[in-house]
């Protein structure tokens, strides 16, 4: 049995009214929870104070961070909650940048603590597709972590190890729920099965 954490960072916010991204966080915490895991979450957007978040996320094996993707990116009080819970954790998943005068091998990015634990991102877009995956359309091919580069790089700096990611896509335009919800659960049951 693993202990996952799922930040739910939903906002409702212009015409977005979290209806997805929370129905997700729903389907994750009944998917894992069936499989025999134990599950927390926190809303974000309803407040959380850093120091407990810290205990929490010491608490899990695994992180998944559910947003909309708004401006190519995470929702502002994803960034915060990270700026904020992650400055809390130094000692408890970072020890500092890594480098030492002392030794030069040690190098900028080697000071995270996280080694037992990794994280997934899950993120619902308006854009579809082919946006992400055709080299002549917007993300030139280059796909949703590579989008999504900072959000890795700063789990990379605490050690934790990368899961495969999951979308939405087309979620604005063309909102496909039924079918979200099956793939979401079918990558679910992949990537966490005992």
């Not at 960072?9 to 895991?37: I, P, V, Y």
């Not at 993707?69 to 700026?83: N, T």
């Not at 002392?102 to 603590?113: P, R």
């Amino acid at each position: 049995m693993a202990k996952i954490y799922i930040l739910n960072g939903a906002k409702k916010f212009g015409n977005s009214f979290r209806r997805l991204n929370d129905t997700l966080c729903e389907l994750a915490k009944e998917t894992l929870s069936q499989m025999g895991h134990e599950v927390k979450e926190v809303v974000i957007d309803k407040g959380y104070d850093a120091q407990q978040e810290v205990q929490n996320i010491a608490w899990a094996d695994y992180l998944i961070y559910q947003f909309p993707a708004w401006w190519m990116g995470e929702p502002w009080i994803v960034k915060k909650y990270i700026d904020e819970v992650y400055l809390a954790a130094h000692g408890v998943l970072f020890s500092g940048d890594g480098r030492s005068r002392e030794d030069l091998s040690k190098k900028y990015g080697s000071g995270g603590l996280a080694h037992n634990k990794a994280y997934m991102l899950c993120s619902t877009w308006n854009a579809p597709l082919e946006a992400f995956e055709d080299k002549n359309q917007f993300f030139e091919g280059k796909g949703v972590d590579y989008t999504l580069t900072h959000l890795h790089k700063a789990h990379e700096f605490l050690a934790m190890q990368k899961l495969p990611s999951f979308m939405c896509n087309d979620v604005v335009k063309n909102p496909q729920i039924d079918a979200y919800k099956k793939a979401y659960k079918e990558h679910l049951q992949k990537v966490f099965k005992k």
